[in-house]
């Protein structure tokens, strides 16, 4: 694995680190909305490096479509803190809702099998597409220039 890699790798566990933190801390403060925002951050967070990287280096890095599998890891240590802590449960209270024969019903943890595969699926589906999305933009740029 190359450096520019590595740095990659750890900036990503800093930075969604600290997201989780953040959530962590205030998520009984927060709205559904701003949550479901900030799951999606880590998402964000890794395509910006992984663009970077590939500007950096030009080539596909296999080890990207690790990145997402660390961010999993980092939201299920993020669960087992707010579901020991009791804030998810705050959360699940607050946020619930019912409109007319319509209700919106929150997990009773972040770590039900159901969330976590959601989570998965999310985290690697998405951030696979926009790696390939963000590598094949740039070989079509790369072959726009050289004819």
């Known amino acids: 694995m190359k450096n520019t890699t590595k740095n990659t790798y750890l900036k990503s566990i800093i930075i969604n680190a600290l997201i989780f933190l953040i ?11 701003i ?3 900030v799951l999606i951050l880590p998402i964000i967070v890794n395509s910006i490096l992984i663009k970077k990287e590939y500007k ?19 939201y299920i240590i993020f669960g087992l803190i707010v579901k020991s802590n009791g804030k998810w449960d705050a959360f699940r209270l607050g946020s619930g809702r019912e409109v007319g ?9 972040p770590i039900d099998l159901s969330q976590l595969i959601f989570t998965l ?11 390939k999305i963000i590598t094949s933009k740039s070989e079509n740029d790369k072959n726009k220039k050289e004819e």
Do not use: R
């Not at 024969?101 to 943890?109: C, G, K, L």
């Open 101 to 109: 024969e319509t209700s919106i019903e929150i997990a009773n943890s």
């Open 35 to 37: 949550v479901l925002l």
């Open 56 to 74: 950096l280096t030009n080539e596909v890095n296999n080890h990207h479509y690790l990145l997402p599998i660390t961010s999993f890891i980092i």
């Open 23 to 33: 959530l962590a801390l205030f998520i009984d403060k927060m709205s559904m909305g």
């Open 121 to 131: 699926i999310m985290y690697v589906t998405i951030s696979y597409l926009i790696t």
